[in-house]
Nanobody, 115 residues
Framework: QVQLVESGGGLVQAGGSLRLSCAAS????????MGWYRRVPGKQRELVAA???????GYADSVKDRFTISRDNAKNTVYLQMNSLKPEDTAVYYC?????????WGQGTQVTVSS
């Protein structure tokens, strides 16, 4: 069983940056592809960035060239560096495996970008 705890969200002005962290406990992290997801009220949760166990990353078009996903397998942690934030990036951000496991969803971390 894996438990995921997200942190690092907050309130930031447009153009600013935040770094999210996701700490994983339990076994299997280092062999799992991971992803950062976000959800806006009234919309479905979407995958914004994914990273393979090899470290290869992929991004949604909406965040490409602004967000960077990384992982530290020794620390069982995955990161999301978010630069040039826009008001439309406002959401609750979650990490999970990719594809996601329904039992792994944590509380998420709120990111609010003011204009």
């Amino acid at each position: 069983q894996v438990q995921l705890v997200e942190s690092g969200g907050g309130l930031v002005q447009a153009g600013g940056s935040l770094r999210l962290s996701c700490a994983a406990s339990g076994s299997g992290f280092s062999i799992s592809d991971m992803g950062w997801y976000r959800r806006v009220p009234g919309k479905q949760r979407e995958l914004v960035a994914a990273i393979a166990r090899s470290g290869t990353g992929g991004y949604a078009d909406s965040v490409k060239d602004r967000f960077t996903i990384s992982r530290d397998n020794a620390k069982n942690t995955v990161y999301l560096q978010m630069n040039s934030l826009k008001p439309e990036d406002t959401a609750v951000y979650y990490c999970n495996t990719n594809p996601p496991q329904s039992t792994y969803w944590g509380q998420g971390t709120q990111v609010t970008v003011s204009s």
